[in-house]
């Protein structure tokens, strides 16, 4: 009985806030900036998929230094690019949309049909 009330159960805190604080937090800066860096040089969204895989990469390794998590889990992996490539997803589609209203602003104006006080005869 007491075997079974001391083993790790499928909620685990420790785990939950080493995620956030490594993968989302660190991770998600770095991958965000990313995003940003790619949208800024007009660079394809492809690109951004190599550096979430490097940043996973690096944030795997940070939970195996600091925390002894296994290094080669592909679970774990997969948590950790998934939560880069949110990240650079999010900064990149952020800075293209900035990029494109201050770019484009005139053309990509919302014309949804109805008259304007100022179009009234």
Same mark, same amino acid.
């Given at each position: 009985?007491?075997?079974l009330?001391?083993?790790s159960?499928? &909620?685990?805190?420790?785990?939950?806030?080493?995620?956030?604080?490594?993968?989302?937090?660190? #991770?998600?800066?770095?991958? &965000?900036?990313?995003?940003?860096?790619?949208?800024?040089r007009?660079?394809?969204?492809?690109?951004?998929?190599? !550096?979430?895989? #490097?940043?996973?990469a690096?944030?795997?390794?940070?939970? !195996?230094?600091?925390?002894?998590?296994?290094?080669?889990? =592909?679970?774990? !992996?997969?948590?950790?690019?998934?939560? =880069?490539?949110?990240?650079?997803?999010? #900064?990149? +589609?952020?800075?293209? %949309?900035?990029?494109?209203?201050?770019? !484009?602003?005139?053309?990509?104006?919302?014309?949804?049909? %109805?008259?304007? +006080?100022?179009? +009234?005869?």
């Amino acid at each position: 009985m007491t075997a079974l009330a001391n083993s790790s159960s499928a &909620f685990d805190l420790r785990g939950l806030l080493i995620f956030l604080a490594l993968s989302v937090v660190i #991770g998600g800066a770095a991958s &965000f900036a990313a995003g940003r860096a790619l949208a800024t040089r007009w660079r394809p969204f492809w690109q951004g998929l190599v !550096y979430a895989l #490097g940043i996973a990469a690096a944030v795997r390794f940070l939970h !195996y230094a600091l925390f002894a998590e296994p290094l080669l889990s =592909a679970q774990a !992996y997969g948590l950790d690019f998934a939560a =880069a490539l949110g990240f650079t997803l999010a #900064g990149f +589609k952020l800075t293209r %949309r900035r990029q494109m209203q201050r770019q !484009y602003g005139a053309i990509l104006a919302r014309d949804d049909g %109805r008259i304007s +006080k100022e179009q +009234k005869p």
